[in-house]
């Protein structure tokens, strides 16, 4: 069956640090992988998706950036953290075009 | 525009059967979902239905869809504390990816 998880679960991070929060989903290839973000105020918000290794989508521009190094790891990043980056942020992956989304348990980011 | 909207709040006694709302907008869209977040975790996948269905039903969950005013429910039978939870309506975006557009959730309370 498949897996995804993603770390650390919980970050507390200074102003102007970079960040680094990684995902993997198991049990699959070739993925169609996202990063969300969910803030005060409970909307999901599509940060980047991906549908192949060095593919990415940015949906909002921002001091956020993603990667995919392989097929089924999606690294969310930023150089230097600002207060309004603090959220609730969820990684997920689905089988392939216009198909269910699965998320992982999520990673808080407290940027103080 | 892409655009699914929900109310807010509901609370609920346990045992009374809940119904949460969602309109959505994108007639195109294939797939709607109900998604179920528990406090700190990440977002479960609770049920999703095509959009050639008008009901479908899964143990105490049961979903109606109308198409022609683009609203969905979502009624749980026999509601219990452990039903207590944000519950996202979500419909398949009309781009070529399977991304997804949620509604910002509804809190569901119940009181024992």
């Known amino acids: 069956s498949q897996t995804i998880h993603q770390w650390p679960a919980t970050l507390v991070q200074p102003v102007g640090s970079p960040l680094s929060l990684e995902c993997t989903v198991e049990?699959?290839?070739?993925?169609?992988l996202y990063w969300y973000r969910q803030a005060a105020g409970r909307g999901l918000q599509l940060l980047f998706y991906s549908v192949g290794i060095g593919q990415i989508s940015s949906e909002v521009p921002q001091n956020l950036s993603a990667s995919r190094p392989q097929d089924r790891q999606f690294i969310l990043s930023s150089k230097k953290l600002l207060l309004s980056d603090s959220g609730f942020y969820l990684c997920?992956?689905?089988?392939?075009?216009?198909?269910?989304?699965?998320f992982g348990e999520g990673s808080w980011l407290t940027v103080v | 525009g892409e655009d699914v909207e929900q109310s807010l709040f509901l609370s609920v006694r346990e045992g009374d059967s809940s119904v949460i709302n969602c309109t959505y907008t994108?007639?195109?869209?294939?797939?709607l979902y109900w998604y179920k977040q528990e406090p700190g975790a990440g977002l479960q996948l609770l049920t999703y239905i095509f959009s050639n269905m008008d009901m479908k039903q899964d143990q105490r969950l049961t979903v109606l869809l109308n198409k022609k005013d683009k609203h969905l429910s979502l009624r749980i039978a026999d509601t219990q504390t452990g039903d207590s939870a944000i519950y996202f309506c979500?419909?398949?975006?009309?781009?070529?990816?399977?991304?997804?557009?949620f509604g910002k959730g509804t809190m569901l309370l119940v009181s024992p």
């Open positions: 994108d007639s195109s869209s294939t797939y």
């Open positions: 049990g699959t290839s070739n993925p169609n």
């Open positions: 997920a992956w689905s089988p392939g075009q216009r198909n269910t989304i699965y």
């Open positions: 979500a419909e398949t975006s009309p781009s070529g990816y399977s991304t997804l557009t």
